[in-house]
Structure formats: structure tokens, C-alpha cells
């Protein structure tokens, strides 16, 4: 798709940020999103392939406005309710419950 | 899916953000459905964020500036030769190896989103995932190269690498002046992942710097 | 589902693209051969800046899963993937490097000789 993920040759999107020595993950909820993301693909449900479509549909604002796996949770979530794992319903009930339950 | 991404980083006893939230509701629904085991999780974490990375590379490398013979066969086949050492796997299954040379300077990106070698060089910093350098790198790579201090004559050729498949590429760098008699061992500690995805070249080393 | 012991062999395993050469390549090495202009909603491998431009195969890589078609639940389409090299100037404009080149790995289905 002619989606906003096909970057090569576009301007304006700004210097490049290198952070020296930076962490292979910077918070702990990335660790688990990648794992997350490696260990429901293991199930076959899909390929590679599909994972990245899944991820190159995010908004485009959206897409340009996250960081790296926020786009890969955007891409989990869409699998996963797409290939019939989980519903739509049940993971927003759980998101619910566990804002309810977190620390204020 | 909430359109309200809170993109703050939640410190200790703060409140989680939406971000945080999402992923512990997937893992905890995963987890109970008996889809996903958190052992296996914590499993993958730990082998990306300590047992695989660009050392594994540096090896590559160094090996390669030590042995003729070695580096013919990874100019060769990349993936055989890599394998030799006990590097492979997942997202570097098909390995082709650039070689950096003083007429030619390879630089590899992916445009479309973060295809990187993962069994040499570990996961991809952040910079070579984000819209800058996926943009700019095939359009101005030697605008990219001048940013990130590197300096390339008119005379050499930049060789830009869209990794558009499952192919992945890593670069060999130029072996520094001031390395004559190293051991691999020494060779590979100066050994940068920059180097290997040619956005830098091996400095060489000052004098007494050897280790 | 994966178990902790196993994600070891299961990472040293991958997930290799690449399929037996049992299909004919329509492309070999030093062929010129145009990009096709193409603008699939679905998946496609083939970035935009590379559509209609003119390259030449450096490299046969030999036969894989089509990624454009795997993506979209049709199989794996198997053809051959190659290395095709566009001069700056032919992908920017010439005001580009004289010099400089990008290589872009493309498979059959996105290729017509030029």
C-alpha cells in the first residue's frame, strides 16, 4: 500500500537522533511488547509478512507520532483480533479493568 | 483501539500509562488463553538484550581482516560464512556481506520499516527505525553520512542498500591503519556496530590504544 | 505454543524465505529491467521512489516466498528475488550524486524488462 510507512526519498522528517550507547530496550513494557509480538507469531496464526501489513495500516499521524513498538503493539492488536485470538471486546474489557486496578 | 496514546514515560508509583496498559492487558489475556507461556517471553528478552548483539558482528570482522581465506568465503556466502562462527538464525536466515573499500562505501537501511541482521548485529538502534534516517538514507545518503561524522570523497561510490527483503546485509569495514600483527580478539574490540551498518567507518586506533 | 526451553533452537532455526530453485528466473545478472509502476493496497515490497525507474540486475539471490503475496494470505507465489541497481540520478533527479547508487531487492512479479 502507498501507506506513510513507504518513507524512502521523503523530507521534513527531521535530523537524525542518535543516541550513543542507547539500551536495547528503553522501558520494560517494550521488552514485553517485542516478546509478545515473537512468541503469538510462533503460533502461526501468520507470516512475517502479514505482521508487517498489519503494522504499515497504523494512521498515519498516529505512525509518525509513536515510537517503534508502540506501532508494533497497534500491529499485535490488529493480528490478533483479525485471526480470531482475541476480541476486540475482551481486550478493551481487560484494558478497562486494569486501569481500574493500577496505582493512582 | 483508545486514539489516546499517553506517550509519557510513567516513572516509579506513577500511574501506568495507556501504552503500558495495552500490553499487559495482551500478555495477561495471552497468558490465561494458554497461547503464550511468560517463561518463554522473559526467554526471548534476555537473548536479545544479552546474548545477541553486534560482539557477535565484531567477530564477523575480525575474522575476516585476519584471514584472507575466511573473508573470501564471506564475500562468498555471507550466511555459510557467518555460520561457520555460530551465527544465524532468525532475521538473518540469508546473509550477503558489503564490503567497504577506499573506492566503494556500502550503507544499509530499510526504507519500508526495520529489516536489520539480527544474529550479527542484535536488534536495530532507534535511529535506524525512525522516519529520519529510513527517509533520507537513499535520497542524501552522503547528507546522512556527513551528519553522523563521516566524510566520503567525491571519488568513492555510496552504495545505498534498501533491504526490501529477507535478505539481510551487513557491511565489512575497512580494516583501520595501526592494526598491523592485532589479534582478533584486539581487532574485534574496535569493531563498531556503526561500521557494520556503514554509517561509520573504524577509527584507527591512537597510539598505546591497543588492548 | 513456545516454551522457554525451546526459544533457543527456535531462534537459531529462523525463518527462512528463501525456497527450492525450481522455478525459472525471467531475469539474469546485467540485465536492464524497469520497476513496475503499481499501487496495490495491499502489501508490496516495492517502495515508491523505485516505481517506473530504470536499474540492471546486479544479482540473481535465487527463489523465495513473495512477500507481496504472503502478506495478503496467497501463498507463497514462489519466484526469483534479485539485487537490481538504480543510479541516484535515475531514482532523484540529476541533480544527484553522478556517482552513487541504491540497490533495492526486487522479485520477478515487480520487474518488466527495459
Not at chain 2, 535506524?128 to 566524510?151: F, H, I, N, Q, T
Request: aromatic share 8%; net charge negative; with cysteine.
Amino acid at each position: 500500500m502507498n501507506g506513510i510507512h513507504d518513507m524512502g526519498g521523503m523530507h521534513g522528517l527531521g535530523p537524525i537522533d542518535r543516541e550513543e550507547n542507547e539500551p536495547v530496550f528503553h522501558h520494560a513494557w517494550e521488552r514485553r511488547a517485542f516478546a509478545l509480538n515473537m512468541a503469538a507469531g510462533f503460533l502461526g496464526d501468520w507470516n512475517i509478512d502479514m505482521s508487517r501489513y498489519a503494522r504499515e495500516q497504523m494512521p498515519p499521524a498516529e505512525y509518525l507520532a509513536t515510537s517503534y513498538y508502540e506501532h508494533w503493539l497497534w500491529g499485535l492488536e490488529r493480528l490478533l483480533v483479525e485471526k480470531g485470538l482475541l476480541t476486540r471486546t475482551e481486550i478493551e474489557a481487560r484494558v478497562a479493568e486494569l486501569r481500574r486496578r493500577a496505582p493512582r | 483501539m483508545s486514539d489516546h496514546h499517553d506517550h509519557d514515560h510513567s516513572e516509579e508509583g506513577s500511574p501506568l500509562t495507556e501504552t503500558e496498559l495495552r500490553v499487559r492487558a495482551l500478555e495477561s489475556l495471552l497468558v490465561e488463553k494458554g497461547l503464550v507461556d511468560p517463561a518463554a517471553l522473559d526467554a526471548l528478552i534476555d537473548t536479545y538484550e544479552t546474548k545477541v548483539g553486534p560482539r557477535n558482528g565484531a567477530h564477523v570482522v575480525a575474522h575476516a581482516w585476519a584471514d584472507p581465506a575466511y573473508k573470501a568465503r564471506l564475500l562468498e556466502d555471507g550466511s555459510k560464512a557467518i555460520a561457520e562462527l555460530g551465527y544465524m538464525g532468525r532475521q538473518g536466515e540469508d546473509m550477503v556481506v558489503l564490503e567497504n573499500t577506499p573506492k566503494v562505501h556500502n550503507m544499509v537501511v530499510c526504507t519500508l520499516c526495520s529489516c536489520y541482521p539480527w544474529p550479527v548485529l542484535g536488534l536495530p538502534p532507534v535511529w535506524y527505525k525512525s522516519a529520519p534516517y529510513r527517509s533520507r538514507a537513499v535520497l542524501d545518503p552522503r547528507g546522512v553520512l556527513r551528519e553522523l561524522g563521516v566524510e566520503v570523497p567525491e571519488d568513492v561510490e555510496v552504495r545505498v542498500w534498501d533491504s526490501t527483503s529477507e535478505v539481510r546485509y551487513l557491511v565489512l569495514p575497512e580494516r583501520p591503519r595501526g592494526t598491523e600483527g592485532w589479534s582478533e580478539a584486539e581487532l574485534a574490540g574496535i569493531v563498531t556496530r556503526d561500521s557494520m551498518i556503514g554509517v561509520a567507518k573504524v577509527p584507527a586506533p591512537a597510539r598505546g590504544a591497543r588492548r | 505454543m513456545l516454551r522457554a526451553a525451546d526459544v533457543g533452537t527456535v531462534l537459531l532455526k529462523g525463518g527462512p524465505a528463501r525456497l527450492p530453485d525450481d522455478v525459472a528466473p525471467r531475469f539474469k545478472a546485467g540485465d536492464r529491467v524497469v520497476a513496475r509502476t503499481l499501487n496495490p493496497t495491499g502489501h508490496t515490497r516495492l517502495p515508491r521512489y523505485a516505481r517506473g525507474r530504470r536499474g540492471v540486475v546486479d544479482r540473481d539471490y535465487g527463489v523465495f516466498v513473495f512477500a507481496d503475496a504472503s502478506a495478503m494470505g496467497q501463498g507463497k507465489k514462489p519466484q526469483h528475488l534479485y539485487s537490481v541497481r538504480f543510479a541516484a540520478r535515475e531514482l532523484w533527479g540529476p541533480a544527484a550524486s553522478a556517482r552513487d547508487v541504491v540497490f533495492i531487492d526486487l522479485w520477478d512479479d515487480h520487474l518488466d524488462p527495459a
